[in-house]
């Protein structure tokens, strides 16, 4: 699913904000509501990348876009379609098997 900006064709960018008054249980229903952003553009025929990263500056971003010094950004995503050309998208990341990080118990 996921693609960086370069490896996608006619991409966009999203950037996510909270209201920098919510807490916990509101970063739980964005996690919820980005993973539904995300299949439903893989449904769509979009390809995407879900982008921490800018999360890392997000003084620069908020001042860019004009976003109150309070609000919260989350994180970034590019959107388009996925150029089947570029090497990189034919990586596949491995997938840990459930029982790595859950515990069973009887
Ligand atoms: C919320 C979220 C944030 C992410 N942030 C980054 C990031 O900042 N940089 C990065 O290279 N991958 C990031 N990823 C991973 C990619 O979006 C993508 O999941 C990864 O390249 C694996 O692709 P796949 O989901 O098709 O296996 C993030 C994923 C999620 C769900």
């Known amino acids: 699913m996921g693609r960086e900006l370069s490896q996608l064709r006619g991409a ?3 950037y996510f904000f909270l209201d920098g008054r919510l807490r916990t249980g509101s970063f739980v229903d964005f996690g ?3 993973q ?3 299949l ?3 449904g769509a025929g979009l390809a995407t990348c879900a982008q921490a990263a800018p999360g890392e500056y997000p003084d620069i971003v908020k001042s860019a876009l004009g976003y109150p010094h309070n609000s919260i950004l989350l994180c970034g995503m590019a959107l388009g379609y996925e150029d089947t050309s570029a090497p ?3 990586y596949r990341t ?3 098997d459930v029982h790595t990080f859950t515990r069973f118990f009887d």
Do not use: I, Q
Request: proline content about 6%; glycine content about 0%; overall charge positive.
């Open 12 to 14: 966009c960018r999203l």
């Open 32 to 34: 919820m509501f980005l």
């Open 36 to 38: 539904s952003l995300l």
């Open 40 to 42: 439903a553009a893989v």
């Open 88 to 90: 990189v998208n034919s």
């Open 94 to 96: 491995p997938r840990e």
